[in-house]
């Protein structure tokens, strides 16, 4: 049986909102934390109970070993979180590496017998779509370069090397999770999806962005904003919008 101290690992709520009748379940970016979604939480409380996912390796989980492994990760997720998914009509959302975990831990729900409202695929190509990648590969700085580039974390703490220090080993996993990771086309669950994308993201085309509809048996959406691979900062607005309506109506 889960416990309560291993799904508050798992799971942050920063605005409680337990009478709610939904909940929203969001996943970060490789390299992110739970954090990245408190402004999400403060926006949508008044509508979900929202959740934001903290991966082992960072802040205060910083000293558990992340898992290199989409699929052990979602199983760890899955284990955590089961007996509060079941509770009440639930929605994911994830970004990046983040949208594939969510989609993993879609399936290990609907196999289990769960219905999952709605999965908010944002920024990541569909699973089936593969690059050859080697971020996690390569040095410190490499990997220091490519988060720069992809503007995904704080510049401020990727100049401070203590912090650095902390956070590389966990950053080096996730990468090295996604870029390990293959999905078979053709594999799908119920849920609807809808596919967020900026028009600019270097890591996702609108072809491998519009994938997505393949992973689902229900019905499919693309989004697409201005932006690139954390089109979120400047579109906010919107994807909060889209949600809150979402959240709202359940539809």
């Known amino acids: 049986m889960t416990t ?30 739970a954090s990245f979604y408190f402004p999400v939480s403060a926006q949508l409380s008044s509508v979900a109970e929202v959740f934001a996912v903290q991966y082992p390796g960072r802040q205060d989980r910083r000293k558990e070993t992340s898992p290199s492994d989409i699929g052990t990760m979602a199983d760890q997720v899955y284990g955590a979180l089961r007996e509060r ?25 609907e ?29 410190d700085d490499g990997i220091v370069a490519e988060l720069k580039l992809m503007s995904g974390t ?12 902390m956070i590389l080993p966990a950053i080096r996993s996730d990468y090295e999770a996604i870029e390990t990771y293959r999905c078979e086309p053709g594999t799908a669950v119920r849920a609807p999806i809808t596919a967020l994308t900026g028009d600019s ?12 509809r393949g992973h689902t048996g229900g019905p ?9 691979h954390f089109y979120l900062t400047s579109q906010a607005p919107a994807v909060l919008s889209l949600l809150r309506e979402h959240l709202s109506t359940g539809v």
Not at 220 to 228: A, D, N
């Open 201 to 212: 993201d270097p890591k996702t085309s609108l072809d491998e962005a519009e994938d997505w």
């Open 220 to 228: 499919f959406e693309l989004k697409v904003y201005p932006g690139g």
């Open 111 to 139: 196999a289990d017998g769960g219905k999952l409202s709605h999965l908010f695929a944002s920024g990541r190509r569909a699973p089936s779509r593969f690059r050859d990648e080697d971020v996690h590969r390569r040095s």
């Open 85 to 109: 998914l079941f509770a009440r009509p639930t929605t994911f959302f994830g970004h990046s590496m983040g949208a594939t975990l969510a989609f993993e831990v879609t399936r290990r729900f």
């Open 4 to 33: 309560s101290t291993e799904e508050s690992l798992w799971a942050r709520g920063f605005h409680p909102a337990p009478d709610s009748a939904r909940q929203l379940f969001c996943f970060p970016h490789a390299g992110g934390s």
């Open 154 to 165: 704080n510049t401020e703490l990727l100049g401070d090397e203590e912090i650095l220090r």
